[in-house]
């Protein structure tokens, strides 16, 4: 039965992924105004440098969260990255360094800033994952697919949030100047409250944290409950899984971030004679289209596999890639155009994020389940700091050998629709299907292979599943 304390740790687990999300995303907006505040001293390597090292602290927050999270308890390392988040955005909004804040001082110090933070963010993806996943068996086993999709779509509305808020101060500080312009000391007004703003959510996050639980699932299934650590046990039965859950994150994220993260600077090469404020609002159009993704999802988690409908979103995301790829020179000259299309394209890939993101939090045991989703999200993490590694490198190569601002945009979609279907046969080869199933089953299982010291017979084939239905029948006091 859902108890109130299971109820508030899922509404702080959303609130938790809106903030993290939020502290992510909102450089996508505002590499636009760093870009016109600080011109060339804003290098390509500079803007790169920031927009990874979020993902860098958050590939070392994941691992080692994660599996702090199994050993020390999911409530100590919820209140650890929540507080990183709330430090976190406050140092990031008083980046400076050198002598009266000189510009690469002060870009350099928001590049080691934004790493601290991105340490807490990524820690919050397996504590609070994890903790969601296992808290919703305790409101409704059936419906716990989309209890976890409908905290994992907050990060869809923290990037709308984000966008809006950069879209809202860019006008605000456009009106303040008479609408002539923006002046230097008003754009940095526009990034630092922008980049401050996550500090109050991260505020009440801690609060409530010092008040919560440990998940029941976690209690009675942690590592002490366990006479003999199952360290190896778990990587023979479970090892397949977490190399399939770390390729399908891996190459699902080089496709996603390079396309969020730089969403704007390909809706530059579109519409480069744009204000960044048009640049701002088309962005935000693109955000607006594609945020529906989450909640179709959410209500067909649970009626359609898990598995079939990561292959269906992973399919038409490689579909629409290759699609934008070869029309980008028609939509270029109907801006509009552009956008819806590119819109559809984050649509259907929200289809493979969600479960990308939410099967890992179920397909593994309770005892390891925080350090294999936190290891399966650091592999997810790399492939988006590889693919903004060397993405925006291939587009600007390709322009400037063919002499064309948009070729190396066709290239980079039509590279990116070729991952999504490796990503599709590695989840078509690779993910178990885990609907109906209870988490409670894994644990079990694991008990009575060391019991009864089978873990060298048989294989994952014949893991003992149950439906949730019988499995809380026969579990009935």
């Given at each position: 039965m859902a108890t109130s304390a299971s109820k508030w740790n899922i509404a702080t687990s959303a609130l938790s992924f809106f903030t993290a999300s939020y502290d992510i995303f909102v450089f996508n907006s505002l590499n636009l105004v760093l870009d016109a505040e600080y011109g060339s001293f804003y290098t390509s390597g500079l803007r790169t440098r920031i927009t990874n090292s979020i993902?860098?602290?958050?590939?070392?927050?994941?691992i080692f969260f994660g599996a702090c999270s199994d050993f020390v308890g999911r409530k100590s390392c919820l209140l650890t990255t929540a507080?990183?988040?709330l430090l976190g955005s406050i140092l990031c909004a008083c980046s400076t360094f050198g002598v009266d804040g000189s510009v690469f001082g002060t870009l350099w110090a928001l590049v080691i800033c934004r790493g601290f933070l991105g340490f807490g963010v990524g820690g919050e993806w397996p504590c609070t994952a994890t903790t969601c996943s296992e808290t919703s068996e305790e409101i409704s086993p059936r419906k716990r697919g989309r209890i976890v999709l409908f905290v994992l779509s907050m990060q869809g509305i923290g990037n709308l949030v984000a966008t809006s808020v950069v879209v809202a101060l860019i006008g605000i500080t456009l009106r303040a100047n008479g609408g002539s312009g923006w002046t230097n000391p008003s754009l940095e007004v526009i990034w630092r409250v922008a980049i401050a703003l996550p500090a109050?959510?991260?505020?009440?996050?801690?609060?409530?944290?010092?008040?919560?639980?440990?998940?029941r699932q976690f209690s009675n299934n942690n590592y002490k409950t366990f006479q003999k650590h199952p360290y190896r046990l778990?990587?023979?039965?479970?090892g397949w899984r977490l190399v399939s859950t770390c390729a399908v994150w891996f190459l699902f994220d080089v496709v996603f971030y390079t396309n969020s993260l730089f969403s704007s600077l390909i809706i530059g090469s579109v519409v480069p004679n744009?204000?960044?404020l048009k640049k701002a609002e088309l962005q935000l159009a693109?955000?607006?289209i594609g945020l529906p993704g989450y909640y179709v999802s959410l209500f067909a988690v649970d009626k359609f596999d898990r598995k079939t409908w990561q292959i269906f979103g992973l399919f038409m995301m490689g579909c629409i890639s290759i699609v934008i790829g070869g029309v980008l020179p028609y939509l270029k000259s109907v801006p509009a155009a552009f956008i819806i299309t590119y819109g559809i394209y984050f649509f259907f890939s929200i289809f493979g994020e969600c479960t990308t993101y939410m099967i890992p939090s179920e397909v593994f045991p309770t005892v390891l389940r925080g350090t294999f989703y936190g290891i399966a999200a650091a592999f997810g993490r790399t492939g988006a700091v590889v693919g903004t590694q060397i993405f925006e490198p291939?587009?600007?190569?390709v322009d400037n050998h063919s002499h064309s601002n948009i070729l190396g945009a066709r290239v980079v979609f039509f590279i990116n629709g070729g991952i999504a279907f490796i990503a599709l046969v590695v989840s078509i080869l690779g993910i178990p299907e885990?609907?109906?199933?209870?988490?409670?089953?894994?644990?079990?299982?694991?008990?009575?292979?060391?019991?009864?010291?089978t873990s060298s017979k048989d294989n994952d084939n014949q893991l003992v599943s149950q439906t949730v239905e019988e499995f809380y029948t026969e579990n009935k006091e």
């Open positions: 993902l860098v602290g958050a590939i070392l927050g994941e507080s990183i988040l109050i959510p991260s505020l009440f996050i801690l609060i409530y944290r010092w008040k919560m639980l440990d998940p778990v990587l023979k039965r479970f744009a204000t960044i693109l955000v607006s291939i587009q600007k190569a885990y609907k109906g199933k209870c988490l409670e089953q894994d644990d079990m299982d694991l008990r009575s292979w060391m019991n009864e010291g």
